[in-house]
């Protein structure tokens, strides 16, 4: 599993990409392929997750033919930007349409793989799953690193466990570019601090112990003083101080070679700020 997630503003000026209106395709059906029992652990079937992620790709893309006139899957999308729980899933899902779609030879999968597809994982490949957040993980791949000049249509796999999807599709340019490169998506993966297997499995402990909800929490935050230097090196952090009335609790966290903290924020569901 990955961190993250994705925000996005929708408006009739596009600025990163300019969704095709009304061209889409829905599929989805009752499979119990993932379940969260508790808080402490997930329940997931992976082989029945595997195929009701393929059978929802072939049958949103087929809604969605239904409902554009002479749409072609290789020649229609210069890009495609899939949900990406990981990346074999997505090439095993792209080889399965190729052949199902345009009767491609191996060579002929893996040469569109390539072009198409390979943009789309420079991102999620280094994040993991981010559950809803990965097809626009992948997007943003697409937009800050495939080689495009002019305009692009990229067509979108959007799944869910259980399941539901959609196939959708919009247009990209130079633009897209310019207006998402002032995120510096690609240079923030840069600057993430790798762990040694020992720390993560030692703050692992810590992540289950905040499963539950509790009414009032303080986190000991100088237990973590080694590894918030390490991270910090570079700018700003959001460190998570405890929790207030069922509100989780934010500091904003500069760190010039000994552990400070200053501006108290607070950022949770249904709070003001």
Known sequence: MGNGAAAILIGDQA?????????????????LDSARPSPEFDVVDVDRSLFAYLDCLSNSFQQYRSKVNDVDFVETFDYLAMHTPFAGMVKAAHRKMMREFAN?????????????VKPSLEYPSVVGN????????????IIDRAQYTGTSRVGLFSYGSGCSSEFFSGVI????????ARFGIGAHLQSRLELTFDEYAGLLQENLRCLKPVE?????????????????????MLVYTGVKNFHRQYKWTPFKGELSLRVAEHVSAGSRY
């Open 15 to 31: 600025r990163v990409m300019a969704v095709d209106l009304g061209a889409f395709g829905n599929y989805s059906f009752e499979t």
């Open 104 to 116: 491609a030879s191996p060579q002929q999968v893996e040469q569109d793989f390539t072009r198409r």
């Open 130 to 141: 981010l559950c809803s957040g990965s097809v626009y993980m992948a997007l943003a791949s």
């Open 173 to 180: 340019d130079r633009g897209s570019a310019d207006a998402q």
């Open 216 to 236: 009032n929490k303080e986190v000991a935050v100088e237990r973590y003083g080694g590894l918030l230097e390490r991270a910090g090196r570079k700018s700003e």
